[in-house]
């Protein structure tokens, strides 16, 4: 007695679930790349031969009109005044003691406003970075 298929089986191959993975794939890197929060606060650094990297980072920010923002890691930029900047940095670093002050100053900041930044570090023991953009 010989058993018959009621159904032909289709030896195409469906793309269909293919396509629909790299969809998904395409969503996840879109979707994880906006994650990342780059410095929304607009400065034209000045330039420097050197670059090397050091994290994890507290970041203060002086801008073209001298306003002062600070951050740590990938915290968005929240505006202080110069006294808030202490108590903000001494608590990142008791967080983080390894952490590392990133110093990013418009390349119109006058140099002053620069060096109360570095007093301000130096006289807390932090570490500093001043940060710049590459030769072109």
Avoid at 96 to 110: F, G, I, R
């Amino acid at each position: 007695m010989a058993l018959k298929r009621k159904a032909k089986v289709n030896e195409a191959f469906s793309m269909a679930s293919m396509t629909d993975v790299i969809f998904l794939l395409l969503i996840f890197f879109m979707v994880t790349s906006t994650v990342v929060v780059p410095n929304a606060i607009k400065l034209t650094l000045p330039q420097a031969q050197q670059q090397t990297a050091a994290k994890p980072l507290s970041r203060v920010t002086i801008d073209a009109n001298l306003n002062y923002y600070v951050a740590f890691g990938n915290q968005r930029e929240q505006q202080v005044t110069f006294d808030d900047i202490t108590p903000f940095l001494q608590e990142q670093y008791d967080k983080e003691p390894e952490m590392y002050v990133a110093l990013y100053a418009d390349e119109t900041v006058p140099y002053r406003e620069i060096v109360k930044v570095l007093n301000l570090v130096n006289e807390n023991k932090f570490k500093i970075v001043l940060i710049t953009r590459p030769l072109k």
